[in-house]
Structure formats: structure tokens, C-alpha cells
């Protein structure tokens, strides 16, 4: 595709409601990464996959965010049993190789727990 | 660890006229990236501007230019001629040049409010 593609746009989940986020990255990029950002704040790192290899998931708050990129393209980013402090804007970025000077954002799903 | 400030949580400038937003940086990397970009109400980041640390001249694009200050970690965008279209928050980030596929660590951001 022309640009990062994330789906669904908007998410509405009630608490405890497990939740699953997709990424398309731009064709062919190695890199792939996830953020959140809380309202009114910057963006924070949640995981790095380089190709279908997750090398960094230093930035996952909690042992019910997930992050899978089985074929090195696509990628998910699923929480379990959410919570209130889950709402927030997630953004997923690609770049074409691993020494990147460049990253691509998608739109964001914008998650709001109730 | 590395991070990233920016002081003005809110900035306005008057189309047409010159606007300088504010970031500083603490690392003790002496390679690094950094990087302004902009987040439109579509939440979409558009890089807006990139600079090496190695560099020491500073980055330019059309009306936006930058003044690096390495020994300072000092980080400034200049938007000149701004335009309606310029408004939006804007991000400064920082990226390692010494770790592979590093991560870009974010400021809290700065809305621009651009009047006509």
C-alpha cells in the first residue's frame, strides 16, 4: 500500500474485553514499530519487530499487551482484560531498513476503555 | 536513557510571521537523529524536518529550519511564512545512531496555533 494502514480507527471496549489492533506497514519495510500515546502527551515505545523478530519489547506496560508479526508484514498488538488506563491513541510506524532515517506513521487506533 | 523536553506546551504566531518552537535532549551518544514532527487532528506524525548529530549544519526545508546546538542538546525548529496549515502539535524526538533499530523517544509536544 501507498502509506502505514491501522484498523480499526476507533475501538470501544468495556473493561476486562480483550482487544486487537492491526498494523499493515508499507510493502517491503523491515522495521516495525508500536506506540501509545496517552492524551495531550507524546508518544511512548511499546515494541520493535525487525522483520517477524520482536527485539525489543522493553516498553510493553504490562504481561497483557502482546505483539505478534508472524510474516514479517503485518503485525497485531493485543491486550487482555483491558482497563481504563489502556485508552489511549495507538500509533504504529514502519521503516524501510534497520538503520532507518525515516519512519512512516499510520492514523492510529484510538482505544477507549469504558 | 535518553530524553527528550520541550517547554511550551502552547505557542501561537500570526500567519505570515516567524515562530520558533524549543526542544532540548539529554544523551551521552555522541550519534544520534533528531527530528520535528507534526500531528495534525488526524493523528497521522509528518516528519517535518531531520538532522544528524554529526552534521554541524543545520537542517533546512522550504520555510522550516532548525538550530542545532550540539554541545547545548539544544533542538529549535523555525517555521517562517507560517500558514493555517501549519497548525498542529509538534513533536521533538531523538534517535541513537549506536543501537540498531532504535526506537524514537518523544517530547511532550507543543500546539501550534496559527492566526489569521
Known amino acids: 500500500g501507498a502509506g502505514v494502514s491501522q484498523s480499526p480507527r476507533y475501538k470501544v471496549a468495556k473493561r476486562g474485553q480483550d482487544v486487537a489492533l492491526r498494523c499493515d506497514p508499507i510493502s517491503g519495510h523491515v522495521s516495525l514499530f508500536w506506540y501509545q500515546q496517552a492524551l495531550g502527551q507524546g508518544p511512548e515505545f511499546l515494541t520493535y519487530f525487525q522483520n517477524e523478530a520482536q527485539l525489543d519489547k522493553s516498553g510493553l506496560p504490562s504481561d497483557r499487551f502482546f505483539a505478534e508479526r508472524p510474516e514479517g508484514s503485518v503485525s497485531t498488538l493485543k491486550i487482555q482484560r483491558t482497563q481504563q488506563e489502556d485508552s489511549a491513541v495507538y500509533l504504529c510506524a514502519s521503516s524501510r531498513g534497520v538503520e532507518w532515517t525515516e519512519a512512516f506513521f499510520g492514523q492510529g487506533t484510538r482505544l477507549t476503555v469504558v | 536513557a535518553q530524553t527528550v523536553t520541550q517547554s511550551q506546551p502552547e505557542m501561537s504566531v500570526q500567519e505570515a510571521e516567524t515562530v520558533t518552537l524549543s526542544c532540548t535532549y539529554d544523551?551521552?551518544?555522541?550519534?544520534?537523529?533528531l527530528f520535528w514532527y507534526k500531528q495534525p487532528p488526524s493523528r497521522q506524525m509528518i516528519l517535518v524536518i531531520r538532522?544528524?548529530?554529526?552534521?554541524?549544519q543545520n537542517a533546512t526545508e522550504n520555510r522550516f529550519s532548525v538550530n542545532f546546538q550540539k554541545a547545548a542538546k539544544s533542538f529549535s525548529l523555525k517555521i517562517s511564512d507560517s500558514q493555517l496549515g501549519d497548525a498542529a502539535m509538534y513533536f521533538c524526538?531523538?534517535?541513537?545512531?549506536?543501537?540498531?533499530?532504535?526506537?524514537?523517544?518523544f517530547g511532550e509536544g507543543t500546539q501550534l496555533t496559527v492566526n489569521p
Open positions: 524526538a531523538y534517535r541513537s545512531e549506536e543501537t540498531s533499530g532504535s526506537r524514537l523517544t
Open positions: 538532522q544528524e548529530a554529526y552534521k554541524q
Open positions: 544523551t551521552s551518544e555522541s550519534d544520534y537523529y
